[in-house]
């Protein structure tokens, strides 16, 4: 079965600073990948995805992030965060087909100190 | 615009009703989804449908019903054998590869 695993469940960065949200997967074929954000009360927004080929993908909001098939990890980063971005974060894997089952992760919740 | 509406936005029930929650897309997405979130679980899978007249149970069905008469609809009933109802409540849908999220329903029932 599919699991994604957040280490973290809060991160606070302060305004400026560079982020990196840790998303680890657990899946027996090439894995769909996703993050979505949250911002409170609302639903969830597609901030990128990868399905294959560059590893490295760009997203909406200035995230990017890096899939790495040797650890398992697709972990996204941003190099300046803004006040805006506080929100929660949530990384996702699916099989890709039709359908598209999702498994999530439990989100990481970002603070962001001015 | 394309998208995804739940309704209502807030819906506080008495103990021992039922209630259901709506989702209604005009994304012409075949497959829809419904999803439980609580604070610090993520979300979890109730019931999903990949074509009208059809759907199967997620991960936490019991207590949960679905129907998907039409292509555009998706309501969820939550029944009196939920034990614990008061959530926060996430449809989506897709077509593909991407799920839509609507703006989710939050539940109190006391």
């Known amino acids: 079965a599919q699991s994604v695993t957040q280490p973290d469940i809060h991160i606070t960065v302060s305004e400026g600073a560079s982020l990196e949200l840790r998303c680890n997967y657990s899946?027996?074929?090439?894995?769909?990948l996703f993050w979505y954000v949250q911002s409170p009360g609302q639903g969830l927004q597609l901030l990128l995805k990868?399905?294959?080929?560059?590893?490295l993908v760009q997203g909406i909001k200035g995230f990017e992030a890096e899939f790495k098939r040797s650890q398992s990890s697709f972990n996204l980063r941003k190099p300046s965060v803004h006040w805006s971005d506080a929100a929660e974060y949530f990384c996702?894997?699916?099989?890709?087909?039709?359908?598209?089952?999702?498994?999530f992760g439990g989100g990481t919740r970002l603070m962001v100190k001015p | 615009d394309g998208g995804i509406t739940q309704s209502p936005k807030y819906l506080f029930r008495k103990e021992g009703q039922n209630v259901t929650l709506s989702c209604e897309q005009n994304?012409?997405?075949?497959?829809m989804y419904w999803y439980r979130q609580d604070p610090g679980q993520g979300l979890r899978l109730i019931y999903y449908?990949?074509?009208?007249?059809?759907?199967q149970k997620g991960d936490i069905a019991e207590g949960y019903s679905v129907s998907r008469e039409k292509k555009e609809s998706f309501p969820l009933t939550v029944t009196s054998a939920q034990k614990n109802p008061t959530a926060f409540y996430l449809c989506?849908?897709?077509?593909?590869?991407?799920?839509?999220f609507g703006p989710g329903t939050r539940l109190t029932v006391t």
């Open positions: 899946y027996g074929a090439t894995p769909y």
């Open positions: 994304l012409n997405h075949d497959a």
């Open positions: 996702a894997v699916g099989a890709g087909n039709a359908g598209n089952m999702l498994t």
């Open positions: 990868y399905f294959s080929g560059d590893t």
């Open positions: 989506a849908s897709s077509r593909r590869d991407e799920q839509y």
């Open positions: 449908s990949q074509i009208v007249n059809d759907f």
